[in-house]
């Protein structure tokens, strides 16, 4: 993968080219999926206050007069690293107890009602708006995910952390892709057995 294809992962480019997670819940992947931890740094999608406004912008998250602040990218990359920790423990077990916290204190400023249109559709609103807003979005697929049972199905790889969506019917796929960290994993294992067995 070439750095142009690299830079647009997450976004338009899917490891291995999976398809993306059903409905809302392929923006909340894209969140997770706002920074890799295998490209640098600067790459981060939200990683400044005018990144952040640029990348939330987009996706409708905060409004177009809505401020970012230093404290607000610290809260926000906080986030999407819990909810990378809940996306990693769908491999099976619990999620770690500071990511758990991490959602817990996140939700405290978040609030969400239940809106309605004229044909009676309800929907979970966020209010009132900014981060808090954008929080609240983010916190009300993730658990609108829970209910439609399609949460356990979106999964942080266990090399990379990158949230893919699994459509395999055992739901035991490990890795973003096999071609990437699968085989990454593999040659690590490799070379662990033949410097144990020197
Ligand atoms: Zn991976």
């Not at 423990?89 to 959602?103: C, K, L, M, S, W």
Request: charge should be positive.
């Amino acid at each position: 993968m070439d750095e142009r294809d690299k830079r647009r992962v997450g976004e338009q480019v899917e490891p291995g080219g999976r398809p993306k997670a059903p409905g809302r819940l392929e923006l909340l992947q894209r969140f997770i999926n706002s920074h890799n931890h295998d490209f640098p740094r600067e790459w981060d999608r939200i990683g400044t206050p005018e990144r952040a406004q640029a990348w939330l912008g987009q996706k409708r998250l905060v409004a177009p007069g809505d401020r970012i602040s230093e404290a607000d990218v610290a809260r926000l990359r906080e986030l999407r690293e819990a909810i990378r920790a809940l996306a990693l423990a769908n491999h099976g077990g619990q999620p770690e107890a500071e990511a758990t916290d991490v959602v817990r204190r996140a939700s405290g400023t978040a609030r969400l009602r239940v809106g309605i249109d004229d044909a009676g559709r309800t929907a979970l609103e966020p209010e009132p708006r900014g981060v808090d807003a954008a929080v609240a979005t983010l916190l009300g697929i993730l658990h609108e995910a829970q209910l439609t049972g399609d949460w356990p199905r979106l999964k942080g790889c266990r090399q990379c952390g990158y949230a893919f969506f699994d459509r395999s019917k055992n739901r035991s796929a490990a890795w973003c892709a096999m071609s990437i960290c699968g085989n990454r994993t593999k040659n690590r294992a490799y070379y662990r057995r033949r410097t144990s067995a020197r």
